[in-house]
């Protein structure tokens, strides 16, 4: 099975810039996904196929994939920010991956 | 708004069986792929199954004949069977609508199932 692998956390002062990794074998090679959770709400997509945005997300969050790391960038990071960060991708059809997941603390 | 509500998240004996159900609002299952994945407490994502338009569906090895995925088209809901639950399989289970194969675009509130005897 492939493995995603992130950072477990991240702390970033507000107005600073945030940047959350995820690991994986070739994972250039990959489209990759990343969702912010809050705590006690579902997931909500926030950077799709590497580094498109979905409608109403702010343009501080962007995302680049090269490599073995892609990389979810938040600039300008607000108290809002706060939450828990997932990189996805599908690895086959039978095979849709989550990483391990990154907290971002903002201080 | 896409609106996704599951319905079904219980207390459960180990062993036994469970129908997670989830209706669509604003958001066609029949036309769109869907699927659910669950949140273990304090963990991370773990997907478990899809739908296509088709009616195509498909799962990780692990779930395999455990797990089934299916959809009323007429009622625009999407369920879960779930067999042979133990506890391992206590977790929130959210139902996905996807606007394209790869992303999962509009989540449920989730539905919380636990196994204990």
């Known amino acids: 099975s492939y493995v995603l692998t992130q950072s477990p956390s991240v702390s970033v002062a507000p107005g600073q810039t945030a940047r959350i990794t995820c690991g994986g074998n070739n994972i250039g090679s990959k489209s990759v996904h990343w969702y912010q959770q809050k705590p006690g709400q579902a997931p909500l997509l926030v950077v799709h196929?590497?580094?498109a945005r979905p409608s109403g997300i702010p343009e501080r969050f962007s995302g680049s994939n090269s490599g073995n790391t892609a990389t979810l960038t938040i600039t300008r990071v607000e108290a809002g920010d706060e939450a828990d960060y997932f990189c996805?991708?599908?690895?086959?059809?039978?095979?849709?991956?989550f990483g391990t997941g990154t907290k971002v603390t903002v201080l | 708004e896409v609106q996704l509500v599951e319905s079904g998240g219980t207390l459960i004996q180990p062993g036994g069986s469970l129908r997670l159900s989830c209706a669509a609002s604003d958001f066609s299952v029949g036309s769109n792929y869907m699927s659910w994945v669950r949140q273990a407490p304090g963990q991370g994502l773990e997907w478990l199954a899809i739908?296509?338009?088709?009616?195509?569906?498909n799962y990780p090895e692990l779930m395999m004949g455990r797990f089934t995925i299916s959809r009323d088209n007429s009622e625009n809901t999407l369920s879960l069977q779930m067999n042979t639950l133990a506890a391992v399989d206590t977790a929130i289970y959210y139902c996905v609508g996807m606007l394209t194969v790869r992303t999962f675009d509009y989540w449920g509130q989730g539905a919380l199932v636990t196994v204990s005897s």
């Open positions: 739908i296509a338009p088709g009616g195509y569906t």
């Open positions: 196929d590497d580094s």
């Open positions: 996805h991708v599908w690895h086959t059809s039978r095979d849709s991956v």
